[in-house]
């Protein structure tokens, strides 16, 4: 499977605890998105990466949350000392940047449930 | 920032008619206006877009137009079958994307 890939596809985890997804983007892309969606809504920016400089971070993001990009390649998006809200579908996509219009893949998500 | 409304929330038709499902946008800087279906459980799929030097662009049954002057872009799905039900997104991309909520299309066979 050539397309955008997330890991781990489910998380269950306690309020208060750290948790860490990655995405891996399609590979001669040089832009990655994270994306929050919930139920009923449209999916909601959070921060994009143009190879391996965040280039831009919503300001709903607040202080718990940080991704990285080290390499350029794949993409990491932590969450510490995770509340209740935090249960969303959280979205990465991947596009090449060119010209004047980015088309966007997106991956299969991971579904974070708080309890 | 951007600000994109899309409507309606909800659509029901039969199958054979057509759907149309319109947006607008606010920040006059953005040039890129895809549109997405999303199927239960899965991820959204680009299913056409259109840049903001092109008025209209067409795809076989599904169709965009954008009407920059207005801030305004619609989806138009000609001939629509049970497998177009589905929540269509609509996006504008300046420096981010902004999505708006959604369309949930349902096709009545």
């Known amino acids: 499977d050539t397309g955008v890939s997330q890991n781990p596809r489910h998380k269950i985890t306690k309020r208060g605890q750290n948790v860490t997804f990655r995405c891996d983007p399609i590979s001669e892309h040089n832009r990655l998105y994270w994306y929050r969606q919930t139920l009923g809504q449209g999916p909601e920016f959070l921060t994009y990466?143009?190879?391996?400089?965040?280039?831009?971070k919503s300001r709903l993001l607040s202080d718990r949350f940080s991704a990285e990009r080290p390499k350029g390649s794949f993409s990491t998006l932590e969450i510490q000392r995770t509340e209740q809200g935090d249960s969303a579908m959280y979205l990465c996509a991947s596009s090449l940047a060119s010209g004047i219009s980015y088309e966007q893949y997106f991956g299969p998500g991971t579904r974070l449930t708080v309890t | 920032g951007e600000n994109v409304e899309q409507h309606p929330s909800t659509l029901s038709v039969q199958e054979g008619d057509s759907a149309v499902i319109k947006c607008t946008y606010s920040?006059?800087?953005?040039?890129?206006f895809p549109w997405y279906k999303q199927e239960l459980g899965k991820r959204p799929q680009l299913i056409i877009d259109i840049r903001s030097n092109v008025g209209e662009k067409k795809d076989q049954r599904i169709a965009v137009t954008l009407n920059k002057t207005a801030k305004h872009f619609s989806l138009h799905i000609t001939e629509t079958q049970p497998e177009d039900s589905a929540v269509y997104f609509c996006?504008?991309?300046?420096?981010?994307?902004?999505f708006g909520t959604g369309t949930s299309l349902t096709v009545i066979p």
């Open positions: 990466f143009q190879n391996e400089a965040q280039l831009e």
């Open positions: 920040d006059s800087a953005s040039n890129y």
């Open positions: 996006a504008a991309n300046g420096n981010q994307f902004y």
